[in-house]
Nanobody
Framework: QVQLVESGGGLVQAGESLKLSCAAS????????MAWYRQAPGKQRELVAN??????NYADSVKGRFTISRGNAKNTVYLQMSSLQPENTAVYYC?????????WGQGTRVTVSS
């Protein structure tokens, strides 16, 4: 089992930045990749970015503004978000994929006011 705990969400003004953190614990060996998803009100959950040992991948809507990274201990993943806009308002979820199982955090809410 992998436990994920997100932090860093909050209320910001349009144009501001925010950094989300996710700490993994439990069976963190052999995590294939980690990712951030988000779910806006009334919408389906969507991939924001993911990171493996060698590469990153971003949704087109966040390319150039969001950066995903992992900490030195490899059990943390961050999402640096810049130039936030109201349409980025959502609950952001950390995801870890290990073997054949996806694990999810409880989510952290990001609200961007105009």
């Amino acid at each position: 089992q992998v436990q994920l705990v997100e932090s860093g969400g909050g209320l910001v003004q349009a144009g501001e930045s925010l950094k989300l953190s996710c700490a993994a614990s439990g069976s963190i060996d052999n995590i294939n990749f980690m990712a951030w998803y988000r779910q806006a009100p009334g919408k389906q959950r969507e991939l924001v970015a993911n990171i493996t040992s060698g590469s990153t991948n971003y949704a087109d809507s966040v390319k150039g503004r969001f950066t995903i990274s992992r900490g030195n201990a490899k059990n943390t993943v961050y999402l640096q978000m810049s130039s936030l806009q109201p349409e980025n308002t959502a609950v952001y979820y950390c995801n870890a994929y290990r073997w054949t199982t996806h694990y999810w955090g409880q989510g952290t809410r990001v609200t961007v006011s105009s």
